[in-house]
């Protein structure tokens, strides 16, 4: 019995490092890297990622328990992009690509942005 849930704890921590490192590579190019300021060096683009609610490694991220339902999930995705955004754009930089495909649906950038 204790094998069978030391394999079964092994399995889902690695399961837990390979969706880390898919999400990882699936975006190539961190997401603080999109985030221009011609006034700042990319030492402080980093610091000002990280103060802005970004990680270490240029990505972000939400922490949740599992099991968390879908609806809270996306919901709290989506608040954390715009803090991030809202954030970033205060500090006065502007994103490369846009916002395409990086803000929630239907969220559109106004006075929080600014």
């Known amino acids: 019995m204790k094998k069978a849930l ?13 969706l880390e490192r898919v999400a990882e590579l699936s975006h190539s190019t961190p997401e603080r890297d999109y985030w221009r300021n011609p006034a700042m060096s990319e030492d402080l683009r980093s610091d000002d990622w990280l103060e802005c609610g970004g990680s270490e490694n240029g990505m972000w991220s939400i922490n949740l328990p ?3 339902p879908d609806k809270v999930n996306r919901a709290a995705h989506d608040q954390k992009i715009i803090e991030i955004m ?3 754009r205060a ?3 502007s994103r490369d690509k846009g916002d395409d495909g990086w803000l929630p649906n239907g969220w559109e950038c106004q006075n929080s942005c600014e």
């Open 6 to 18: 030391l394999v079964i704890c092994s399995a889902l921590a690695l399961q837990g490092c390979l």
């Open 66 to 68: 599992d099991g968390t």
């Open 86 to 88: 809202a954030c970033m």
């Open 91 to 93: 500090k006065g930089y």
